[in-house]
T-cell receptor, first 117, second 113 residues
């Protein structure tokens, strides 16, 4: 399967600071990237969908001014958590896909563990 | 979104087959059935998907009921590395504007040595 990387794999920051997480598709050009969040012992929750060169589409209840998504190229998307607070501590996971219509597969990154002190 | 129902947990012994069930009685005619799995502290991993016919790949087999209201993921010989949460997910065609994967709680598979 295709390979998706995330950087950093974990980050600890102080409350009020901003944190940027990168998601890269290493061996294919992704038309679409997805950002998920997963709290302990819970399932993945989709935060937003982004297409290269377009504004991201956020799921209901996700603050777009707090979670800034940039999808500058077909292989890179970034998620910036602005003014992070302890309740933003979570496991953030991205996925990438080449959507051609039909049963296209999402390939997931290894995740980024964010801890806000 | 069409929903799926899976057992919370299942247990298996190493080197034995495992059958993971999924009910999706409200599936629409164009929904694909996807299976992903997630090992602890990792991102999900694609396992298999299908539409109407049974599917096989190097990881598993997917058996889809004739009425498509249920499916079963089959791991032919479980190994300790197969211990994970398995998610059964329905999704519409990826060409539509409503395409996304909605993860439920999945089935926690424990494999005993």
């Amino acid at each position: 399967g295709a390979v998706v990387s995330q950087h950093p794999s974990w980050v600890i920051c102080k409350s009020g600071t901003s944190v940027k997480i990168e998601c890269r598709s290493l061996d294919f050009q992704a038309t679409t990237m997805f950002w998920y969040r997963q709290f302990p012992k819970q399932s993945l929750m989709l935060m937003a969908t982004s297409n290269e060169g377009s504004k991201a589409t956020y799921e209901q209840g996700v603050e777009k001014d707090k979670f800034l998504i940039n999808h500058a190229s077909l292989t890179l998307s970034t998620l910036t958590v602005t003014s992070a607070h302890p309740e933003d501590s979570s496991f953030y996971i991205c996925s990438a896909a080449k959507l051609r219509g039909g049963s296209d597969t999402q390939y997931f990154g290894p995740g980024t563990r964010l801890t806000v002190l | 979104d069409a929903k799926t129902t899976q057992p919370n947990s299942m247990e298996s012994n190493e080197e034995e087959p495992v059958h993971l069930p999924c009910n999706h009685s409200t599936i629409s005619g164009t929904d694909y059935i996807h299976w992903y799995r997630q090992l602890p502290s990792q991102g999900p991993e694609y396992v298999i998907h299908g539409l109407t016919s049974n599917v096989n790949n190097r990881m598993a087999s997917l058996a889809i009921a004739e009425d498509r209201k249920s499916s079963t993921l089959i791991l032919h010989r479980a190994t300790l590395r197969d211990a994970a949460v398995y998610y059964c997910i329905l999704s519409p065609s990826s060409g539509g504007s409503n395409y996304k994967l909605t993860f439920g709680k999945g089935t926690l598979l424990t494999v005993n040595p």
